[in-house]
Structure formats: C-alpha cells, structure tokens
C-alpha cells in the first residue's frame, strides 16, 4: 500500500540552526513526492516537489531530493529562521489511475530567536 | 488568480445537528477533494469529486457526505454531528483527476459543543 511516514514533532531549534525533518514512504511504483507547510490558522501551502527519482525540488532557501534507494524525501534548511515556524507535512501522490494523495502526520517546527 | 476559498471560517454547532460547508475551487479546477484535519489524528482525506461524481473515498461513517456542483463547486455535509467531529476541514482543488499537485484552501474551522 501507499503512506508517508514522518519524524514527531514538535522539533525546536535556534535561529539559523541546520533544519532536516526526515520523511520516508512505500508506495507501488514511483510517486510524485511533496512537501506542503502549514503556518498557525492557515491551509496548507506547496512548499516543493519532486516527481521522478533523484530530483531535488527547492523553495524559499528549502530542499528535498528523492532517493529512491532509500525510499525517502527529507527536507532540509540550512539557516531556519523564526518565520519558518509552522507543521510541515510530506505527501505523496502514485502514479496511477484516479490517485489520490497520502500525507504524513506533520512535523511542528518551532523556531526560537 | 483566486485561490481556493472555503466558508464559513468558524462555526459552533451542537451535538445532534447538521453542518454544510463550502468550497469554490481554483478557477480551472475541476477537482475538489476534502480532509479533515484534528490534533491526533493528523491529516485525513474524506473524498473527491470530480465532474460531479465522487471519485475516491476515505474510511469516514456515511453521515459524512459532499457533493459537486456544474461549476465544480463542492459542499460536504455532517449530519448529527459529534464532539469528535470537531476539526478543521479543509478542501483542496486541482486542475483534473491527472493533476500532480493540488491547492488548499484555510479551511473552516468547526466546534461542535
């Protein structure tokens, strides 16, 4: 079958500190992989993508590669800063007929001055 | 361009009654699908709906319904409503059933007391 397995949160770091939320998933195939984000009272916003093995998508100083060895997607940051605060959430979406997405439980990362 | 816009925002019900919220997707979108978001039980997809028809399901009981309008707007609806219903609902919308990225809207936050 298809999930998302996500690092618990909350994880709390210092400003500029290195940020990686680890993800890894099983999926039939080879899905499209997501990170979406989710700041306090809002929906949730596409933060990156990759669709094919070993892409790195990126946004807003982020990263992600999916490494299909490992079956993984972690996100990383290497200066987080206190804006970046928020639930992070991996998602995949497989590729087949009238898919649907699969999303972990979310990483809250709390960033202090 | 819009983004997806849901209402109410914020509503309090009471036990036993029913609740109808509503979701206008991107325009374009013909896809609509719904989640329900709670503290521990994380992100959870109810349906989606695309050309009027219910395309996939989650594992919600039957008072948990929706629908999709000719203009692919989409409404879902609880019936007798219980405390454990309390979440945030969230619609999300993608150009078709193809479509490898989808949009959220903020949601609607629901209390049942």
């Known amino acids: 079958g298809n999930s998302v397995t996500q690092m618990e949160g909350p994880v709390t770091l210092s400003e500029e500190a290195f940020l990686t939320i680890n993800c890894t998933y099983t999926a039939t195939g080879y899905p499209s992989l997501f990170w979406y984000v989710q700041y306090p009272g809002e929906g949730l916003q596409l933060l990156l993508k990759?669709?094919?093995?070993?892409d790195k998508g990126s946004n807003k100083g982020f990263e992600a590669t999916y490494r299909k060895e490992t079956t993984s997607f972690h996100l990383e940051k290497g200066s987080v800063q206190v804006s970046d605060s928020a639930v992070y959430f991996c998602a995949l979406l497989p590729r087949e007929n009238f898919n649907k997405f699969y999303f972990g439980s979310g990483t809250k990362l709390n960033v202090k001055p | 361009k819009a983004g997806v816009t849901q209402t109410p925002r914020y509503l309090i019900k009471t036990r036993g009654q029913q609740v109808t919220l509503s979701c206008s997707p991107i325009s374009g979108h013909r896809s609509v699908s719904w989640y329900q978001q709670t503290p521990g039980q994380g992100l959870q997809f109810l349906f989606e709906?695309?050309?009027?028809?219910?395309?996939n399901k989650g594992n919600f009981p039957g008072r948990f319904s929706g629908r999709q309008f000719s203009n692919s707007r989409s409404e879902m609806n609880v019936s007798t409503l219980e405390l454990g219903d309390s979440a945030l609902y969230l619609c999300?919308?993608?150009?078709?059933?193809?479509?490898?990225?989808?949009?959220f809207g903020e949601g609607s936050w629901l209390t049942v007391v």
């Open positions: 990759a669709t094919k093995a070993d």
């Open positions: 709906y695309f050309s009027e028809t219910q395309r």
């Open positions: 999300a919308s993608r150009p078709d059933l193809s479509g490898n990225t989808i949009y």
